[in-house]
């Protein structure tokens, strides 16, 4: 497995413009992303966060589920303030990196898909993940 970069942290929102407003006002966040790819009964916004060399800052990804069959419609049942839902990291190359997690018998969650930044991704199990559930992206073409 080559690890990259941490691409983002998943946060389920209940409520997308208080929590825009919470990273605005709180946080401090003055740069923010829509999706570019839409996902399916999901609203999606990226918090950009800054560093000192200005080009690869991390994201906040704010998901909030807009029906009760989504994804993260049973994490926000649960967790009904919201919370801290997935962390995404970096990968070259996404099918190898989906050979290495199913030849160590990690358990990776679904087929192989085009995420929000448009590039693909997958999801392997919290339960193998140390906890974490853990989404899998290719780093996006240009970047780095
Ligand atoms: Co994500």
Known sequence: MKLGRLNHIGVVV???????AHWRDVMGATSFEEPHVPQDGLK?????TPTHSGNDGTQMELI???????AVSGFLAKNAAGGQHHVCFEVPDIDAAREEFEAMGKRVLGPTRIGAHGTPIFFVHPKDMQGMLTEIMETPKGDH
């Open 14 to 20: 209940p409520d997308m413009a208080a929590a825009l």
């Open 44 to 48: 999606i916004m990226f918090v950009n």
């Open 64 to 70: 909030q589920p807009l029906n009760d069959k989504t």
